[in-house]
């Protein structure tokens, strides 16, 4: 691994933008592979290309400056997908329901029949089935 150490001083290397990129371009070869003519399966390897020169670039506070922008659209998206993913990953044991009166969401496990549920902040108390 030493001709690797040698070969990445003073480049760029991976980021967040980098791993972006490298899932990009795995998502579309996934369709891609059947695509017809053969050589539009070239177009998943354009973010590919794309980050192989990003890796190897010289030019550090670029690449970085890049990153940071991305980061910036990225991170909200990333939270919003983690939030989904743990919605409903907990629909199949909770159920999800607002509080008629402050629409504060509550979750209740489910299979429990007829149940009277009370809003932790605002007390009131409805009746739901689980
Ligand atoms: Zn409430």
Redesign the pocket.
Known sequence: MNWFRNFMYGRYGMDGLGIFLIAVAFLLSLPLRFAWPRFLLLIAYIPLALEFARFVSRNIPQRARENEIFMRYWRPVWERLKKMYFYFKGMQTHKYYK??????K?RVPRGRGKIEIT??????KFIKKT
Not at 99 to 104: D, I, L, V
Not at 119 to 124: F, L, Y
């Open positions: 509080c008629p009166s402050c629409r504060q509550l809003c932790p902040k605002c007390q009131t």
